[in-house]
Nanobody
């Protein structure tokens, strides 16, 4: 059965860093684009980064550009999100998502989502 699992969230001070991981089971993640989204209380879900198969395309939202880096290790079926220079505005639940038809240029949302990992940035 397909499963995406995010990990690496936690509590960090302003200016700190975290690295999130997105792992797959029952799915060859290396073949598909993977996007990172976040949802903060009272805010709309935001697509913050995306990486295509073979790392052919990398996307970043303006809100995270220059601070976050997406990468993948296809031998480990894992996608990472390195988060630097964190601020309280980055506090949210972070999700990775994909499906067999998804590309970073897709307007539709992916269909397969992880359970999310909480990131909290304190002042």
């Amino acid at each position: 059965q397909f499963q995406l699992v995010e990990s690496g969230g936690g509590l960090v001070q302003t200016g700190g860093s975290l690295r999130l991981s997105c792992g797959a089971s029952g799915y060859k993640l290396a073949l598909y684009a993977v996007a990172w989204f976040r949802q903060a209380p009272g805010k709309e879900r935001e697509k913050i980064s995306c990486i295509n198969a073979a790392s052919g395309t990398l996307q970043y939202a303006d809100s995270v550009k220059g601070r976050f880096t997406i990468a993948r290790d296809d031998t480990k079926e894992t996608v990472y999100l390195q988060m630097n220079s964190l601020t309280p505005e980055d506090t949210a639940v972070y999700y990775c998502a994909t499906d067999e038809y998804y590309w970073c240029s897709s307007e539709k949302l992916p269909n397969r989502w992880g359970q999310g990992t909480q990131v909290t940035v304190s002042s």
